[in-house]
């Protein structure tokens, strides 16, 4: 598939040999959109979708940037989930989203890792089990989308990752630096950002039951309870059982279910089943109860309600547009494969990652929803705390300075920033911040990616 770029035709289906190879990309009538599978090992297809952006001013003062999503899960689908659901231009109704983040720069989705999404193996051996190895495979699908675009090599590459997506993120940073510096990969790294990440998931597990006991959705048995099992957890990761210590997070995961009467894991303030769902309705949660404790185990993969729209979408009109998604891959909001093949990996942390970054001074911002638990902001902070980044004493002394957004005078958020790390604390936000505030969430995009559009 060498000829990537030079294949890109208006349209096509897959599978038809084209001058010796198979036509894997294909481009919108407007020119505005891309999108193409690159096979990154042999049998192994990842799927890819370009936004260019329509908002691109003209002889900007700083270059126009393009934004790498990532989502969660491991499983979840960026092209999915993070385009129709929170940052691209179309909701899930296909309506045009005030918002996108398109507004700010170009939009590069991926359904990653293979197995995700529309990405997809020819054999189950090949589904990785790695962050590092997911990495490599992005790198490899960098390479053949940026090498032969001149154009494309002038935005600076700003990767964000939301929740699982952020360790993601920062081991793709490395390996995308590691291939620019080598020559190989012809971009620009602009910098690195963690949406309400999973970088440290021991101090997640130990931040559930104190953060759920001060917001009442715990009292002091269900506190007891689940920092039995996250000091167990602790214990497993020094002792190397990653496995069995991801097994002990579903169930605590499970405990502070029952002990909470089912908090959304997402959003404290509400819980999991919102109140409109028949299948965990208060009679649901009862069932549960009686059948043990296997149930609620949620991979970090940020779904929420309205599943079911986005799947039909997914696998209706917008496979039929793009045209090349081979019939025999369903399009799943979250595989479950991806995610079992991730368990040794899952519960690893990689702040020794984000430290990496700091030291070769790349720019990385973290942003945090403060009404998450799973991946809680109370957990964000303890994981700064722990970094060897020379910068860390003053950017912790360092005071913050409260957000606004539009004309509303409520506050928004706080940031800091000091040398290359900076913080945002997104209120009135769960898990996935540009849901939950939409604007606050496009203005700082545009101030981390430094996007020369006119400020929202
Ligand atoms: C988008 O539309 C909503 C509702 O119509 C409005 O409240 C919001 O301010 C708009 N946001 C932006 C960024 O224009
Ligand atoms: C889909 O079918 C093709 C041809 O039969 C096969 O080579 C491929 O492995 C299948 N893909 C999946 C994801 O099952
Ligand atoms: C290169 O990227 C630019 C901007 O994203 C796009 O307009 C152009 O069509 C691309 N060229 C090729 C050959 O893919
Ligand atoms: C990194 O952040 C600094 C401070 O905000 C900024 O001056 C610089 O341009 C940023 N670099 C990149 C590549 O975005
Ligand atoms: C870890 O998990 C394995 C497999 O479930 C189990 O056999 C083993 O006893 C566990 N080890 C510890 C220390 O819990």
């Not at 899960?73 to 129709?84: D, L």
């Not at 990761?237 to 009467?261: M, P, R």
Request: with cysteine; glycine share 10%; proline share 5%.
């Amino acid at each position: 598939m060498d000829k990537l770029c030079a294949l890109i035709v208006t349209f096509l289906i897959f599978g038809v040999p084209f001058l010796g190879t198979t036509v894997t990309a294909l481009r919108s009538q407007d020119g505005l959109e891309e999108w193409g599978y690159v096979e990154v090992r042999p049998k192994a297809h990842l799927f890819w979708w370009l936004y260019k952006s329509p908002y691109r001013v003209e002889k900007p003062p700083k270059p126009w940037p393009i934004i790498l999503w990532l989502q969660g899960g491991p499983g979840a689908s960026g092209i999915g989930y993070g385009n129709f659901a929170e940052v691209g231009p179309l909701d899930v109704k296909l309506k045009p989203r005030n918002s996108t983040w398109l507004q700010k720069a170009d939009l590069l989705f991926v359904d990653n890792p293979v197995g995700t999404g529309y990405s997809y193996v020819e054999n189950t051996e090949l589904l990785l089990k790695t962050d590092k190895e997911a990495a490599t495979d992005l790198t490899t699908l960098l390479i053949k989308i940026f090498n032969k675009n001149k154009s494309l090599q002038k935005s600076p590459l700003y990767i964000v990752g939301e929740s699982y997506g952020g360790k993601f993120a920062v081991t793709l940073g490395l390996s995308a630096l590691k291939a620019i510096e080598a020559g190989k990969l012809l971009a620009k790294l602009g910098g690195v950002a963690l949406g309400n990440s999973w970088i440290s998931p021991e101090d997640f597990v130990l931040s559930w039951g104190p953060l759920l006991k001060d917001v009442s959705r715990l009292d002091n048995n269900g506190l007891r309870r689940s920092n039995r099992i996250a000091r167990k957890i602790k214990k497993q990761l020094e002792d190397g059982l990653f496995v069995n210590a991801t097994n002990s997070w579903k169930e605590l995961e499970s405990e502070i279910f029952l002990s909470s009467n089912g908090v959304d894991i997402y959003n404290f303030l509400l819980d999991s089943w919102g109140g409109d769902s028949v299948s965990l309705s208060g009679r649901g949660m009862s069932s549960l109860r009686g059948s043990g404790k296997k149930r609620y185990s949620k991979y970090l993969s940020s779904l929420r309600r309205g599943d079911e729209e986005i799947v039909k979408l997914l696998n209706g009109e917008i496979k039929e547009k793009l045209r090349i998604i081979p019939k025999n891959v369903t399009w799943q909001l979250q595989s479950d494969a991806v995610s079992d093949s991730f368990e040794v990996d899952f519960m690893k942390p990689r702040i020794d990652e984000v430290d990496e970054l700091l030291a070769k001074g790349v720019n990385v911002s973290v942003y945090n929803g403060q009404l998450d638990v799973i991946c809680a902001t109370k957990g964000v902070e303890a994981w700064i705390r722990k970094l060897k980044w020379e910068g860390l004493p003053k950017f912790l002394r360092k005071e913050r300075r409260a957000l606004y957004c539009g004309s509303e005078t409520k506050t928004k958020g706080f940031v800091k920033s000091y040398k290359n790390l900076r913080f945002y604390w997104i209120v009135g936000a769960g898990h996935m911040v540009p849901s939950d505030q939409p604007c606050m969430a496009l203005t700082m995009a545009g101030a981390i990616t430094h996007s020369p559009a006119p400020s929202t």
